[in-house]
């Protein structure tokens, strides 16, 4: 009897929560350093702690809508934009 090999199940959400929470605070800080703004400035214009900027760059937190709304703003981005792995957004 031969033994039927089964694809891999797909991510877990919590894996997929994670790789985009890190995709998203990788581009963040790409974003804010292409813009040639400290944590600190780019808290200011959003109205959050510097220490909130700081763990959204390491992937410590999701961030919610309502900031992820205010970063693009200040950074004059599309949430796509931060949300694209770097490679996709490279190719467009």
């Given at each position: 009897m031969?033994?039927?090999?089964?694809?891999p199940p797909p991510p877990r959400l919590p894996d997929v929560a994670m790789?985009?929470?890190h995709r998203f605070a990788h581009n963040l800080g790409?974003?804010?350093l292409k813009k040639g703004l400290s944590q600190?400035?780019?808290?200011?214009?959003?109205?959050?702690?510097?220490s909130e900027?700081?763990?959204l760059e390491r992937g410590g937190r999701e961030p919610r809508l309502g900031v992820l709304v205010k970063l693009a703003a200040a950074l004059g981005a599309d949430l796509d934009?931060?949300?694209?792995?770097p490679d996709a957004a490279a190719s467009r």
């Amino acid at each position: 009897m031969s033994r039927q090999t089964r694809p891999p199940p797909p991510p877990r959400l919590p894996d997929v929560a994670m790789h985009t929470r890190h995709r998203f605070a990788h581009n963040l800080g790409q974003a804010r350093l292409k813009k040639g703004l400290s944590q600190a400035d780019l808290a200011a214009r959003c109205d959050l702690h510097r220490s909130e900027i700081s763990l959204l760059e390491r992937g410590g937190r999701e961030p919610r809508l309502g900031v992820l709304v205010k970063l693009a703003a200040a950074l004059g981005a599309d949430l796509d934009a931060l949300l694209t792995p770097p490679d996709a957004a490279a190719s467009r």
